[in-house]
């Protein structure tokens, strides 16, 4: 498609209760990123993909997010056991990196309320 | 580290110019520049990669010093519709593809008419 699609739009999980946030990708771009913009308005960088390879996941809390782009599915992020502080917009953009001007178009976000 | 926005907020008449501005204290690889408004996606506005670039049209524009540790946002003769959140990303270096941006805190534009 011609934009970045996340589903879903609002997620609500209770404390400890896994969440499941989904993103497409602008079709024919080859990296993907995830970032949290928490209610402050601050931007986190989460984990970045080339295609179906993890580019970078420094910004990654591993143990209990984790991260997929598998071929013909939408890329995903998985809270395992989410906590209070989880709450937030979780933002997906996708680049197609085709020179060195790496624009990065972001899809509208999905908003995750843990309670 | 996180590059240092300012001004944090300005309040602006329809028709007054804004300029924005983005730090760093190190050399940066490029400069993302985004607006965003409330409840929606940040939407793209223009990117900065060589040192003395100047980039963008006669209402929004940008420019990155030489030493590629200062990028600036003009905004000219607002108009209402750029009331918003605007947001530097940048990258530190280049790794060969594309890189997780770093985001400074925001400035906050509102246009009064």
């Known amino acids: 498609g011609e934009e970045v699609a996340q589903t879903p739009k609002h997620l609500v999980r209770g404390e400890g209760q896994k969440a499941k946030l989904y993103c497409a990708p602008i079709k024919g771009h080859s990296y993907v990123f995830w970032y949290q913009q928490v209610l402050k308005n601050e931007f986190k960088f989460l984990i970045s993909f080339q295609n179906e390879n993890v580019f970078d996941e420094t910004g990654m809390p591993k143990e209990r997010f984790s991260a997929k782009c598998l071929p013909n599915s939408p890329c995903s992020l998985e809270i395992q056991a989410t906590k209070l502080e989880d709450s937030a917009v979780y933002f997906c953009?996708?680049?197609?990196?085709?020179?060195?001007?790496?624009?990065?178009?972001f899809g509208p976000g999905t908003r995750l309320t843990v309670l | 580290q996180q590059p240092v926005q300012s001004p944090q907020a300005v309040i602006l008449r329809e028709g007054e110019d804004a300029v924005i501005n983005c730090s760093s204290s190190?050399?940066?690889?490029?400069v993302h520049w985004y607006r965003q408004k409330h409840g929606e996606a940040p939407v793209f506005l223009m990117i900065l990669l060589k040192g003395g670039e100047q980039k963008g049209h006669e209402k929004i524009s940008a420019s990155f010093n030489e030493k590629k540790q200062q990028s600036s946002l003009y905004l000219t003769a607002s108009q209402l519709s750029y009331s918003g959140t605007y947001f530097c990303?940048?990258?530190?270096?280049?790794?060969?593809?594309?890189?997780?941006?770093?985001f400074g805190k925001g400035t906050h534009l509102i246009i009064q008419p």
């Open positions: 190190k050399a940066l690889y490029s």
């Open positions: 990303g940048t990258e530190w270096y280049s790794g060969g593809g594309a890189d997780g941006l770093t």
């Open positions: 953009a996708s680049s197609p990196s085709l020179d060195s001007y790496n624009e990065q178009f």
